[in-house]
């Protein structure tokens, strides 16, 4: 064996060691998959809605309070992360909302803004989270926790067909809005493996939504989640 050779077989056998405690730290992290729904109620004040603002005669755009425009609807979706550091936990998923609206919908110096009949919107989110944890909480009982949401997709507006008291035809159309929330709540560990490598922990899962783009929907949301902590 030349000198190439064993110094190429001596880095070799350096390197095994340091690999293998690459490899154990990478799987000594928890991910989490996590199941959640729950209830919004709208926030913020609008000057329009969609991509539109709404003016007056006197070319003065009037806010008006989400409870006017929007109403309490609900919300479900799914997430997967890892946990970093035993407190930190990074997450990315999907949430769909059902936006409800009301009959109508006075404007002030505007009129009433009344939306056609079978009109209906939904948001369709890919969410990116990240929450810090007080405890670990794939090893504690319990832990609160606080942190940022970016959330991205599609606004869809449903109105296909033909309006009756008009006869105006509608389609159907799609906006990219974007929000940003801040996250709070806490996990209670319910439930925890044989192997020791996972568990099971209800989550409240909480968001304020304070900005948001293209007078896109912002709720306050409350939900309950079913998550799972594992080792891969």
């Known amino acids: 064996m030349n000198r190439v050779s064993k110094l190429a077989l001596l880095g070799l056998i350096c390197l095994i060691p ?54 309490s609807t609900w919300h479900v979706g799914f997430a997967y992360g890892q946990l970093r550091n035993d407190h930190v936990l990074y997450t990315i998923g999907f949430t769909f909302t059902d936006v409800k609206w009301p009959d109508s919908t006075i404007i002030p110096q505007v009129g009433i803004f009344d939306p056609p009949l079978g009109y209906g919107s939904n948001l369709y ?53 974007f929000a940003m929330s801040v996250n709070f709540g806490f996990d209670i560990r319910v439930a925890e493996m044989e192997n020791g490598r996972g568990a099971l922990a209800l989550s409240s899962t909480n968001s304020y939504d304070f900005l948001g783009t293209g007078n896109r929907p912002r709720y306050l949301n409350f939900g309950l989640g079913l998550k799972y902590y594992f080792r891969p």
């Open 18 to 71: 340091i690999s293998a405690s690459a490899i154990t730290k990478v799987a000594a992290r928890y991910n989490s998959l996590e199941f959640f729904g729950g209830f919004s109620t709208p926030v913020g004040n609008y000057h329009g809605y969609r991509s539109g603002d709404w003016y007056s005669a006197t070319g003065q755009s009037p806010a008006v309070t989400a409870s006017d425009l929007y109403e």
């Open 125 to 177: 989110d890919i969410d990116f989270d990240l929450n810090y944890y007080q405890n670990n909480v794939a090893r504690s009982s319990w832990s609160p926790f606080v942190g940022l949401g970016f959330h991205g997709g599609f606004y869809v507006f449903s109105m296909d067909g033909v309006d009756p008291q008009t006869g105006f035809s509608y389609a159907s159309e799609t906006e990219i809005k």
